[in-house]
């Protein structure tokens, strides 16, 4: 688990960092190189090309990396859009990806067909990547009309690529899609400049026929600030009339918390000498209320009268799949609790509050007894059902503030917050009531114990190592009252200043400092 959330986290960075890099070329062609380079360098594919659709229907293999083999094996092959299509119809949809596997290749277009594939020793054979397995995304622009075809091919691992390879790949098709459509305009109104010479016309029919979202916007006098020309593409995104943009300034349609950061990047823009700000990311304020994440890109045009020029895509489906990426790497799959890097967040601020003096809070370490038996015994599902039935107790147990949180295995970890004595060791007794009642699961009765820990975390707590050390320590002597006199005796850990003995309610010891440091 702890590589797969490694795993996840690197791969939200990567996304983070491709998505940038992208969007930083300055032709077409570069734009197509840029995104061959960041699949291969950031999904875990070896080879990947881009199939670009030329305006009279024909797909061309333009931009390919990872492999020279491929590349003098495909780039400049040209297929009638028609015939990529009818290809395409044979595939699996895979979310927005065409998954063709070996089963169905045909040798009626051009491909490559690598000699071996790298990584597959030791996979199983039904989740092997075969020489001949295909994989496509569609590159789309903001309007969805087909931009390109990127294809991929060599899983780093040797495998069919799994349901998160698939989502950052589609979220980079996504990207991708809408980074060839703005080097499309960029290269739509560099021919109109060269071949008309109403160059006002030009940019009328490249602005007003964009796919992103344009505004022209004011940047002297009192029309600082102020948008002056909108395209039908930020009216639709915006839900307003281009007559009523037009009255407004770029600061009324922001989420108020991103007045001042855009400001901000507004005047680093008219101070950076012509060098764009590119792919700002920025929350905007529908007519209809509804809040959407942009990702603007601001030119200045120099006067008099000078003026800027203002790019917007919408950005929202992408901060939601990065919102549930994240949440995805910091909860336990099984369980949907806490994990361990969760739990760092609050447990830190629970011992801050302790040093200056705001509350004591409790941290309790809880690891089940006889749940090996139980595995050993009806197999991983049923320990499975146990674990998930034992969170869910733990949950109903807590209040709302409290953190509920599965370290891994069989230990769980209670997080409560401004608990006195008396509280905790209810607390400790009603986890333990709790978690011994029998979980029913097919037909049988499953009975587990839990052995409790706990460490108050008081002023004296250095920081969040030194109370999961003593908390666990306190669990592993409450296992050997169990082992030697066979009774659910419950010991709390508590780091103290001077390491001094206090009495407990209901007879229940309390670990010293010195105990806590030499008991294990």
């Known amino acids: 688990m702890e590589r797969d959330r490694d795993t996840a986290m690197a791969a939200i960075r990567s996304v983070y ?87 169905r290749f045909s040798e009626d277009m051009q491909s490559w067909v690598p000699d071996e594939v790298p990584g597959v020793e030791g996979v199983p054979e039904d989740e092997r990547w075969h020489p001949l397995d295909a994989l496509f995304a569609p590159l789309r622009a ?5 931009v390109g075809i990127l294809s991929v091919d060599l899983p780093a691992d040797g495998r069919r690529p799994g349901p998160f390879q698939r989502e950052l790949l589609e979220m980079l098709a ?36 964009a796919g992103s ?48 950061r855009a400001r901000l990047a507004f005047a680093a823009a008219l101070t950076s ?7 700002y990311e920025v929350r905007c304020v529908r007519a209809d209320g509804e809040t959407i994440w942009v990702s603007a890109t601001l030119s200045i045009v120099a006067g008099p009268p000078g003026f800027g020029i203002l790019q917007v895509h919408d950005i929202t489906g992408r901060k939601a799949t990065e919102a549930d990426l994240v949440r995805r790497a910091l909860r336990d799959p099984l369980t949907g609790l806490a994990n361990r890097d969760a739990l760092a967040a609050p447990l830190a601020a629970a011992i801050r509050r302790a040093q200056a003096g705001l509350g004591v809070s409790a941290l309790l370490f809880c690891d089940l007894d006889d749940f090996k038996a139980v595995n050993d015994t009806l197999g991983h599902d049923a320990g499975d059902a146990v674990l998930v039935a034992v969170a869910q107790r733990l949950t109903a147990l807590v209040r709302p503030g409290d953190t509920v949180a599965r370290l891994g295995g069989d230990e769980f970890v209670v997080l409560a917050e401004n608990l006195g004595d008396l ?37 004296t707590v250095a920081d969040a190592g030194a109370a999961l050390r003593i908390a666990d320590k306190a669990m592993y002597q409450v296992k050997g009252h169990r082992r030697d006199e066979r009774t659910t005796a419950q010991v709390t850990g508590r780091v103290t200043a001077h390491g001094e003995r206090s009495g407990a309610p209901g007879g229940i010891p309390l670990l010293r400092l010195a105990e806590a440091e030499t008991a294990q």
């Not at 903001?142 to 087909?146: D, H, L, N, T, V």
């Open 17 to 103: 960092r491709i998505t940038g890099r992208i969007n930083t070329g300055t032709t077409l062609a570069e734009t197509l190189q840029l995104i061959v380079d960041a699949v291969v360098d950031g999904t875990g594919f070896g080879v990947a090309v881009v199939n670009y659709l030329h305006p009279e229907g024909v797909y061309e293999a333009v931009a390919l990396a990872g492999s020279e083999d491929a590349r003098e094996s495909l780039l400049g092959a040209r297929y009638p859009a028609a015939e990529f299509d009818g290809y395409l119809e044979r595939a699996e949809e895979w979310g927005q990806l065409r998954y063709l596997p070996h089963a």
């Open 142 to 146: 903001p309007s969805g009309a087909i």
């Open 174 to 209: 996504g990207q991708a899609g809408i980074a060839i459509d703005n080097a499309n305009l960029v290269e739509a109104l560099r021919r109109e400049r060269q071949h008309l010479t109403a160059s006002e016309e030009a940019f009328r029919l490249a602005f007003d026929g």
């Open 213 to 260: 979202g344009m505004c022209m916007v004011g940047i002297e006098g009192d029309d600082n600030g102020r948008l002056t020309r909108v395209n039908p593409a930020l009216c639709e995104l915006l839900g307003r009339d281009g007559a009523d943009l037009v009255r407004l300034r770029v600061s009324e349609l922001l989420h108020p918390a991103d007045v001042d």
């Open 273 to 279: 000498k012509g060098t764009p700000v590119r792919d």
């Open 423 to 459: 509280a905790r060791t209810a607390l400790a007794e009603r986890v333990e009531r709790a978690v011994c009642t029998p979980v029913m699961h097919d037909g049988h009765v499953l009975r587990v114990r839990v052995s409790v820990g706990v460490a108050v975390i008081d002023d």
